[in-house]
């Protein structure tokens, strides 16, 4: 039986990219790495959750005692994140792509030298609004605590209030991943700053593991605290 603060409680994570298919060779991806994804979810198993993580493709390994879900677009991404759920806690730490190619070609694309690039492309659906901005009430599938992630350049602060409202969540953890930030995409260290309705938290730059851990305790007792009231 699982031990820890987060023993009993069910913590959905995404992490990674996603990948967009234009044609049978050819995808839309970002930069992101996994690392601190997988860092939370292998923090919230160590805490005692069960953990569902829901994995874009990545070339990290699997975290230690989580489930891991593979997704590669962002459609299907929401569908795994729709089928793993309900959860206590979800963490949408996922750099999903905005968009996607409107219609994904059964062949190669030729190019022939003369027409433009045949590429129209659709809005993906917003995985993270989706869920939070599901009703507050049991049986909504709405977990008690939606987190979201802001990979900002600029304004990191100013535009994860506005993220947080805009999207519904509970709290947004906030990076500079401008080249000044510290090179955060594909890096191991991060500097964060947790954004919720109460007010503005700045952490110091740490590893990656380190901002997971200190996460996940953070939620653990708004959780605990939640629950007692
Ligand atoms: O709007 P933006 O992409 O900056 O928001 C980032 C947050 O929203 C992250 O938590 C990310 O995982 C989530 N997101 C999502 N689905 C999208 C776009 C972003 O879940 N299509």
């Given at each position: 039986r699982a031990r820890g603060p987060l023993a009993g409680r069910h913590v959905l994570v995404t992490s990674g990219p996603t990948h967009e298919p234009i044609d049978p060779v050819r995808y839309i991806a970002n930069r992101s790495s996994g690392k601190q994804g997988h860092a939370i979810a292998a923090a919230a198993a160590a805490a005692g959750a069960r953990v569902t993580l829901v994995s874009g493709p990545v070339a990290i390994a699997d975290p230690p005692g989580v489930a891991v879900v593979r997704a590669e677009s962002a459609r299907e991404m929401l569908a795994a994140v729709e089928a793993a759920l309900p959860a206590d806690v979800a963490i949408f730490a996922a750099a999903v792509a905005d968009w996607r190619a409107a219609e994904a070609k059964p062949s190669k694309l030729k190019k022939d030298g003369t027409t433009p690039a045949p590429l129209a492309l659709a809005l993906n659906p917003d995985i993270l609004a989706t869920i939070a901005r599901r009703p507050r009430e049991p049986g909504s599938g709405r977990p008690a605590l939606v987190v979201g992630f802001a990979a900002e350049t600029d304004d990191v602060v100013e535009n994860a209030r506005a993220k947080l409202a805009r999207k519904g969540c509970d709290l947004v953890v906030a990076n500079d991943v401008s080249a000044a930030g510290g090179g955060v995409m594909g890096g191991d260290f991060?500097?964060?700053?947790?954004?919720?309705?109460?007010?503005?938290?700045t952490w110091a730059r740490a590893a990656k593991d380190e901002v997971a851990r200190r996460l996940v305790a953070h939620l653990a007792s708004r959780l605990a605290a939640s629950s007692q009231e």
């Open positions: 991060n500097a964060v700053h947790l954004v919720s309705p109460e007010g503005v938290e």
